[in-house]
C-alpha cells in the first residue's frame, strides 16, 4: 500500500503533458493550383459551337480554376471565355475564392445533351461560353463571345416578369429574401467582384432579372 501511495503521489506530482508541437491547420496547408489556360477545338466544344457562331475556337480559351464548393473545399472546374476575357476569369474567381462564396460546380456545358442551357442551369452549373441566343430575341448572348459568366444558376435564376423562370426549376429561389449559400444579391461581395471590375451584372437589369448572370462585352 505505501509502494502505492508513493506512485500516487509522484504521479499526481508530475508535470502534465505537453501539447504536441502546433501544426498548421488543413485549410492553411492546402495547396491551390494556379489557374491554366488551354487552346481548344471545334470537337473539344462539342455542341456548345457551331458553324456561324460570331466567334471561332481559335478566339476561345478553355481556363481551368480553383472554386470552394459548398463543403468548404477546393475544387477543380473549367469555363471556355473569350481570349480577352482569360485574366479578369481569373482575377474574378481568385477574389470569389478568397472570399470564401460557394459554387455548386463548373463543368463545360457540352457535358450535357445538346449543350442545353436549360440542363446546366438545373444542374447548379456555373459556366461561360454557349453559342447561343438571347431567349426571345434574334441578337446573340454574350455567352456566344465568351463574355458572360452565369454562377450557382439554379440559385440565381433569370425572372422574367411575365412570371418565366430560367431554370424552370428554380421555383423556391424566386424569393430573393432568401439567404442560403450561393446566392447573389445587391451589394453583395461577390457581386461586387465582377461590377467592380466593370461587368454587367443581370441582377440590376429591369426585364428579367438574371441574377445569375455576369458579363463584359467588348468595347464599342
Not at 495547396?31 to 471561332?56: K, N, R
Not at 445533351?113 to 426571345?136: H, K, W
Not at 446573340?140 to 452565369?150: C, F, L
Not at 467582384?193 to 454587367?200: C, S
Amino acid at each position: 500500500m505505501a509502494a502505492l501511495a508513493m506512485t500516487t503521489a509522484l504521479t499526481q506530482c508530475a508535470d502534465p503533458p505537453q501539447p504536441s508541437p502546433a501544426t498548421p491547420s488543413s485549410a492553411a496547408m492546402v495547396t491551390v493550383a494556379p489557374p491554366s489556360v488551354h487552346p481548344v477545338t471545334a470537337g473539344e466544344l462539342g455542341a456548345s459551337w457551331h458553324p456561324g457562331c460570331p466567334v471561332g475556337p481559335a478566339q476561345l480559351r478553355r481556363v481551368e480554376l480553383t472554386y470552394e464548393g459548398f463543403d468548404g473545399a477546393p475544387h477543380r472546374g473549367e469555363l471556355v471565355v473569350h481570349q480577352d476575357r482569360v485574366s479578369e476569369i481569373e482575377q474574378v474567381f481568385a477574389e470569389l475564392f478568397r472570399l470564401h462564396f460557394p459554387i455548386a460546380k463548373m463543368q463545360l456545358p457540352q457535358g450535357y445533351p445538346d449543350a442545353q442551357d436549360e440542363l446546366s442551369m438545373e444542374d447548379n452549373n456555373t459556366s461561360a461560353f454557349n453559342c447561343r441566343g438571347i431567349p426571345g430575341s434574334s441578337s446573340w448572348s454574350q455567352h456566344a463571345y465568351g463574355r458572360a459568366v452565369d454562377v450557382n444558376p439554379l440559385l440565381n435564376p433569370s425572372v422574367h416578369q411575365d412570371g418565366w423562370l430560367e431554370p424552370s426549376t428554380a421555383e423556391r429561389y424566386r424569393d430573393r429574401a432568401r439567404t442560403d449559400p450561393g446566392l447573389l444579391h445587391d451589394g453583395d461581395a461577390a457581386v461586387r467582384v465582377f461590377t467592380d471590375r466593370g461587368w454587367t451584372w443581370g441582377g440590376h437589369w429591369r426585364n428579367p432579372k438574371d441574377y445569375q448572370h455576369f458579363e463584359l462585352p467588348a468595347p464599342g
